[in-house]
Structures are given as C-alpha cells and as structure tokens.
C-alpha cells in the first residue's frame, strides 16, 4: 500500500512561512498525482493544492492562489508545500493526498478522487 508521511507543521504568526513535506519511499512516486487538502474544526475537507506526476502542472485554490506555492522532488519521493504570508485562516490540519494518474479522468480537486492519504499535520497560524 502506498502509505504518505506528512510533516512541518506547526505553530507561525501571521505572515510567516512554514514547509509542509509528503514523502512515501520505496513507491514509484512519478505515477503519482499528489494533492493537499486541509480541514479545520467543524470544516470539511478542501482542496488546497495540486500537482501532476511529472510535476509539469499545478493548480492552486483561489484563497492560497499567490501565497502557497507546491513542487515535487520524485528522485525524493517527496511533494512540498511552501506556505507564505501566512494568514489565522490557514490554521487547519493539513492531508497529503494521493491517486495514479490513470485512475481518473476526474481532475476536480475533491477528497472522492484521491484514494491514498497521510495522517495529516496541522499547522496553526496565530499571533
């Protein structure tokens, strides 16, 4: 099974940075779309970020858009997330999620279209 490990998570004032990692060695990690999701106390899960298996495509939810930026490192089997300029919205646990990149042709960025998921780890933005 494909098991993703998050991590850099934590707390960060208002307009700080902070590194989220999804890594998952020993899998073939360039067959892999890799998504985050976040979800706060008494929120659904949403979308955050994508990126494609071959890390040439990206998407970005309109309220991270210019502030979150994703890449991906498959010689690493690792996906990051570069959070800046951090807002008290972002406060969230954040998933790392995962699909083969034939297993749909569905690319809408819903928790139903990712199949493999990490524990999450959360990250609060607060002054």
């Known amino acids: 099974q494909l098991q993703l490990v998050e991590s850099g998570g934590g707390l960060v004032q208002p307009g700080g940075s902070l590194k989220l990692s999804c890594a998952a060695p020993?899998?073939?990690?360039?067959?892999?779309?890799i998504a985050w999701f976040r979800q706060g106390p008494g929120r659904g899960r949403e979308g955050v970020s994508r990126?494609?298996?071959?890390?040439?495509?990206?998407y970005y939810a309109d309220s991270v858009k210019g502030r979150f930026t994703i890449s991906r490192d498959n010689a690493k089997n690792t996906v990051y997330l570069q959070m800046n300029d951090m807002r008290p919205e972002d406060t969230a646990t954040y998933y790392c999620?995962?699909?083969?990149?034939?297993?749909?042709?569905?690319?809408?960025?819903?928790?139903?279209?990712?199949?493999?998921w990490g524990q999450g780890t959360r990250v609060t933005v607060s002054s």
């Open positions: 999620a995962a699909r083969h990149y034939r297993r749909t042709v569905d690319f809408r960025l819903l928790p139903d279209n990712y199949n493999y």
């Open positions: 020993g899998f073939t990690w360039d067959l892999y779309v």
């Open positions: 990126i494609s298996h071959t890390g040439g495509s990206t």
